[in-house]
């Protein structure tokens, strides 16, 4: 009937800015017939439930107070989303709902799931208005139309057919999550968070073909983000285990979420809200996806044994107390693990069955592969224990395992659990591009590194791409093999082909090394970082791109937890982009850099001694494969003039590439036409070496192309070029082909830093990369 729903959960829908961006996302990722579910705006559900509780107590001068709360807070969506006769209506209509409030509250009338269906009937009420502001048809849907119940459990085909009968296939259809109605036509409601719940539900009797819970984290992670920094998103979650969090508190999905969907093919994605950019987390099937690893931190829980519990009651009590249910059995006991506050609530529901074991307790849950659950816990009991925390009761079962405990467990103990826990067992995904001369050594290094690095992950080669072929394998490339298969298994590959492929893996970490130097794959860069790829690259385009593109680039990478390495893009394995780095942590304040940062330029430059003419050096060095294909290339100072600009850019000095002044190694005209004209006038060429040679001559100097980045007196001075060095300066003593690099700083004043080194060449460019790959690893962990 319809392919998509959307559900907007209250933290999406928490201010006018928020009701905008929604309306954005349904306008970009809608068609008519689609459904959108949308919770109770902000906070609205817990002062609603607030209000109940004030009612209850026969406090009307709290009932008054939160009535004018909510007033004012739907009255301010009101006024600044709509307009004229919308905004009217709309406003004469809060006014009508709640004065009915106040007056049931006065008579005592007043019933809880009707109370609390007030919420998502504003918020459905006024999205569903401002879509239609925009010129979007839309229109409103009170989901007690749609979804009855009978003795608490759904009609599943009476609803199918309301929803097919009432759901526009022309339209926007804004539904209220949460509630529900009986066959009386009373209001129920599906429990805290039941909008998700109401989201599947509505998928299953629509026959949907997606369903986005769009929220206010980027997916479902390994813990909780906003507690441990390194908590990993994963990009696919199988329903088991989302379900089992679901059922442990943990808050991304409602516990009832993933039941509609059982049997169907119906697929289930998180997303952000708040960043468009972030990728989601899909929920799938048994079988397609590898089971993760999980911690969820519990704070103020009860555990109550309950005598001869059936399955609903289950249900009933997570729907009586708003909050998901967890039940164990022990031996002759079945235990309850509910929060502290509705502690009295459950047991009165139980009535006289239930009673209190434990209470006042925190702790955490551990869910991960069923195998893997008997060392977790020994290695939680061990964290735990050097903490001096102690627990008073652990849990074992299929999947998981709890450790309710006295103390809290604080941010900085559930991170070491995760670390120690969850970290271990990950796997990184490497995609190489490029495997020419570099690329090859590179491969011929990484089953060392593999070894190396065991310790920490489990390391795969699943792709190889070289200019239009692609070698792909979700489950690794044998390394020792890879030509083999290279001969034998790659194919030519799309742009599209390849990010669906990235996106399909099913990897705790994924690494994209660029050892290209094509412009073009560096563009696909911010496609990457939307699949959560981390990025080496000896490739320099990306680095000295645009800078509002090159600063969009790192503001995603950032906003993702992602790394970007690139520290062989200048000087190949030498260790500068490491060295500018650790100055600048230390407090070091850098003021100049200058040096030789091309080994072509400096194999000919410090072979140069007037005897040899300077183009024949240069078809020399061509021969030998130290040029690029037209050393015109090497010759026009493009490449220095870009490593240069990354260097700036480690300083956090915003330069483009116009901003450093560039003169060749040769004359202007001889940059134009093809290399054979080139060759037909090379001699002017060297009558142009020879002048600026014999000039350096009587300075006493010798020549020498650099590059050279000073600061001084906020101004940056930045240019490429031929310069004249004294003989007795470093940079005119160079062992041919080296790089060099001379650091002036606050604390190298006067006697400059310098690095140097081969500045190109396989096996060490190889080795600068593996380094990114080593110390990317070591950072994740």
Same mark, same amino acid.
């Given at each position: 009937?319809?392919?998509?729903?959307?559900?907007?959960?209250?933290?999406?829908?928490?201010?006018?800015?928020?009701?905008?961006?929604?309306?954005?996302?349904?306008?970009?990722?809608?068609?008519?017939?689609?459904?959108?579910?949308?919770?109770?705006?902000?906070?609205?559900?817990?002062?609603?439930?607030?209000?109940?509780?004030?009612?209850?107590? +026969?406090?009307?001068?709290?009932?008054?107070?939160?009535?004018?709360?909510?007033?004012?807070?739907?009255?301010?969506?009101?006024?600044?989303?709509?307009?004229?006769?919308?905004?009217?209506?709309?406003?004469?209509?809060?006014? +009508?709902?709640?004065?009915?409030?106040?007056?049931?509250?006065?008579?005592?009338?007043?019933?809880?799931?009707?109370?609390?269906?007030?919420?998502?009937?504003?918020?459905?009420?006024?999205?569903?208005?401002?879509?239609?502001?925009?010129?979007?048809?839309?229109?409103?849907?009170?989901?007690?139309?749609?979804?009855?119940?009978?003795?608490?459990?759904?009609?599943?085909?009476?609803?199918?057919?309301?929803?097919?009968?009432?759901?526009?296939?022309?339209?926007?259809?804004?539904?209220?999550?949460?509630?529900?109605?009986?066959?009386?036509?009373?209001?129920?409601?599906?429990?805290?968070?039941?909008?998700?719940?109401?989201?599947?539900?509505?998928?299953?009797?629509?026959?949907?073909?997606?369903?986005?819970?769009?929220?206010?984290?980027?997916?479902?992670?390994?813990?909780?983000?906003?507690?441990?920094?390194?908590?990993?998103?994963?990009?696919?979650?199988?329903?088991?285990?989302?379900?089992?969090?679901?059922?442990?508190?943990?808050?991304?999905?409602?516990?009832?979420?993933?039941?509609?969907?059982?049997?169907?093919?119906?697929?289930?994605?998180?997303?952000?809200?708040?960043?468009?950019?972030?990728?989601?987390?899909?929920?799938?099937?048994?079988?397609?996806?590898?089971?993760?690893?999980?911690?969820?931190?519990?704070?103020?829980?009860?555990?109550?044994?309950?005598?001869?519990?059936?399955?609903?009651?289950?249900?009933?009590?997570?729907?009586?107390?708003?909050?998901?249910?967890?039940?164990?059995?022990?031996?002759?006991?079945?235990?309850?693990?509910?929060?502290?506050?509705?502690?009295?609530?459950?047991?009165?529901?139980?009535?006289?069955?239930?009673?209190?074991?434990?209470?006042?307790?925190?702790?955490?849950?551990?869910?991960?592969?069923?195998?893997?659950?008997?060392?977790?816990?020994?290695?939680?009991?061990?964290?735990?224990?050097?903490?001096?925390?102690?627990?008073?009761?652990?849990?074992?079962?299929?999947?998981?395992?709890?450790?309710?405990?006295?103390?809290?467990?604080?941010?900085?103990?559930?991170?070491?659990?995760?670390?120690?826990?969850?970290?271990?067992?990950?796997?990184?995904?490497?995609?190489?591009?490029?495997?020419?001369?570099?690329?090859?050594?590179?491969?011929?290094?990484?089953?060392?590194?593999?070894?190396?690095?065991?310790?920490?992950?489990?390391?795969?080669?699943?792709?190889?791409?070289?200019?239009?072929?692609?070698?792909?394998?979700?489950?690794?490339?044998?390394?020792?093999?890879?030509?083999?298969?290279?001969?034998?298994?790659?194919?030519?590959?799309?742009?599209?082909?390849?990010?669906?492929?990235?996106?399909?893996?099913?990897?705790?970490?994924?690494?994209?090394?660029?050892?290209?130097?094509?412009?073009?794959?560096?563009?696909?860069?911010?496609?990457?970082?939307?699949?959560?790829?981390?990025?080496?690259?000896?490739?320099?385009?990306?680095?000295?791109?645009?800078?509002?593109?090159?600063?969009?680039?790192?503001?995603?990478?950032?906003?993702?937890?992602?790394?970007?390495?690139?520290?062989?893009?200048?000087?190949?394995?030498?260790?500068?982009?490491?060295?500018?780095?650790?100055?600048?942590?230390?407090?070091?304040?850098?003021?100049?850099?200058?040096?030789?940062?091309?080994?072509?330029?400096?194999?000919?430059?410090?072979?140069?001694?007037?005897?040899?003419?300077?183009?024949?050096?240069?078809?020399?060095?061509?021969?030998?494969?130290?040029?690029?294909?037209?050393?015109?290339?090497?010759?026009?100072?493009?490449?220095?003039?870009?490593?240069?600009?990354?260097?700036?850019?480690?300083?956090?000095?915003?330069?483009?590439?116009?901003?450093?002044?560039?003169?060749?190694?040769?004359?202007?005209?001889?940059?134009?036409?093809?290399?054979?004209?080139?060759?037909?006038?090379?001699?002017?060429?060297?009558?142009?070496?020879?002048?600026?040679?014999?000039?350096?001559?009587?300075?006493?100097?010798?020549?020498?192309?650099?590059?050279?980045?000073?600061?001084?007196?906020?101004?940056?001075?930045?240019?490429?070029?031929?310069?004249?060095?004294?003989?007795?300066?470093?940079?005119?003593?160079?062992?041919?082909?080296?790089?060099?690099?001379?650091?002036?700083?606050?604390?190298?004043?006067?006697?400059?830093?310098?690095?140097?080194?081969?500045?190109?060449?396989?096996?060490?460019?190889?080795?600068?990369?593996?380094?990114?790959?080593?110390?990317?690893?070591?950072?994740?962990?």
């Amino acid at each position: 009937m319809n392919n998509n729903i959307h559900k907007f959960g209250g933290s999406s829908l928490s201010s006018v800015e928020c009701y905008k961006r929604v309306a954005n996302i349904v306008l970009a990722h809608s068609q008519a017939g689609d459904c959108v579910v949308v919770s109770a705006s902000g906070k609205t559900t817990d002062t609603l439930v607030t209000l109940w509780h004030s009612y209850q107590q +026969q406090d009307s001068h709290a009932v008054a107070n939160i009535l004018l709360q909510l007033n004012t807070h739907q009255a301010e969506l009101i006024e600044q989303l709509l307009q004229g006769d919308a905004k009217n209506a709309a406003l004469r209509a809060l006014q +009508q709902q709640l004065q009915a409030v106040a007056q049931q509250a006065e008579c005592r009338q007043l019933h809880e799931a009707a109370l609390l269906a007030h919420g998502e009937l504003w918020s459905a009420s006024l999205l569903a208005a401002y879509l239609q502001q925009l010129s979007v048809a839309a229109c409103m849907h009170d989901a007690r139309t749609l979804f009855t119940l009978n003795a608490g459990q759904l009609l599943h085909a009476q609803n199918q057919q309301q929803c097919r009968a009432l759901i526009s296939a022309t339209q926007i259809n804004v539904v209220t999550g949460f509630i529900a109605a009986n066959s009386a036509a009373e209001t129920l409601t599906l429990g805290r968070n039941g909008s998700d719940y109401s989201a599947t539900l509505l998928a299953s009797y629509c026959d949907a073909k997606h369903v986005t819970i769009w929220t206010d984290t980027q997916g479902i992670f390994s813990t909780d983000p906003r507690k441990v920094n390194k908590a990993i998103k994963y990009a696919k979650v199988c329903r088991a285990q989302a379900n089992l969090l679901a059922k442990l508190g943990n808050p991304v999905l409602h516990a009832k979420t993933l039941s509609p969907l059982k049997d169907t093919d119906i697929t289930l994605s998180v997303r952000s809200s708040f960043d468009l950019q972030a990728s989601a987390t899909e929920v799938v099937k048994e079988g397609g996806v590898k089971q993760k690893r999980f911690i969820t931190s519990l704070q103020n829980i009860a555990l109550l044994t309950v005598e001869q519990l059936v399955t609903a009651e289950i249900s009933a009590v997570s729907q009586l107390i708003q909050h998901s249910v967890h039940h164990f059995s022990s031996g002759d006991d079945t235990y309850l693990v509910v929060p502290e506050e509705a502690t009295h609530q459950v047991i009165s529901y139980f009535a006289g069955r239930a009673n209190i074991a434990e209470s006042n307790l925190h702790g955490c849950a551990i869910v991960a592969p069923s195998p893997a659950i008997n060392n977790l816990t020994a290695q939680a009991r061990e964290v735990l224990s050097e903490h001096n925390i102690a627990p008073r009761l652990i849990q074992q079962d299929n999947g998981y395992v709890l450790l309710l405990t006295d103390q809290l467990i604080d941010s900085d103990v559930l991170s070491v659990l995760h670390d120690k826990l969850i970290n271990k067992g990950q796997e990184i995904a490497l995609i190489v591009a490029g495997v020419g001369n570099v690329g090859e050594a590179f491969i011929a290094q990484l089953a060392t590194q593999v070894t190396r690095l065991s310790t920490d992950y489990s390391i795969k080669l699943v792709g190889l791409v070289r200019s239009q072929q692609l070698l792909f394998n979700a489950s690794g490339i044998n390394i020792a093999q890879w030509q083999q298969q290279w001969q034998q298994e790659a194919k030519s590959y799309t742009t599209e082909g390849l990010l669906t492929a990235i996106s399909q893996l099913d990897y705790e970490h994924k690494v994209v090394i660029d050892i290209t130097a094509s412009e073009s794959f560096s563009q696909l860069y911010t496609d990457f970082v939307e699949r959560d790829c981390h990025l080496i690259s000896a490739n320099k385009y990306a680095g000295t791109a645009p800078m509002a593109w090159y600063q969009a680039l790192q503001t995603r990478l950032a906003a993702r937890n992602l790394y970007w390495r690139y520290n062989t893009s200048v000087g190949a394995g030498l260790p500068i982009n490491f060295a500018l780095a650790d100055l600048q942590h230390s407090g070091d304040k850098i003021t100049r850099i200058e040096g030789v940062f091309s080994g072509t330029l400096s194999w000919l430059c410090s072979q140069y001694d007037g005897s040899v003419a300077f183009s024949d050096l240069v078809l020399e060095a061509q021969k030998m494969g130290f040029t690029e294909p037209d050393p015109r290339e090497d010759l026009s100072g493009r490449d220095m003039q870009r490593k240069l600009l990354i260097l700036a850019r480690e300083l956090n000095i915003a330069l483009d590439l116009d901003d450093i002044s560039l003169a060749p190694l040769m004359p202007d005209e001889l940059a134009l036409g093809a290399w054979d004209d080139f060759l037909a006038n090379k001699h002017q060429l060297d009558a142009f070496i020879e002048g600026h040679a014999r000039e350096a001559k009587l300075q006493h100097a010798k020549l020498c192309y650099t590059g050279l980045l000073n600061i001084a007196d906020n101004k940056v001075t930045a240019k490429v070029g031929i310069a004249y060095v004294a003989a007795s300066d470093v940079l005119a003593n160079l062992t041919p082909g080296d790089n060099i690099f001379v650091i002036n700083s606050h604390w190298y004043r006067d006697n400059a830093l310098v690095i140097q080194g081969p500045g190109a060449g396989k096996e060490v460019t190889a080795a600068g990369v593996h380094s990114d790959l080593y110390w990317l690893v070591k950072n994740l962990k």
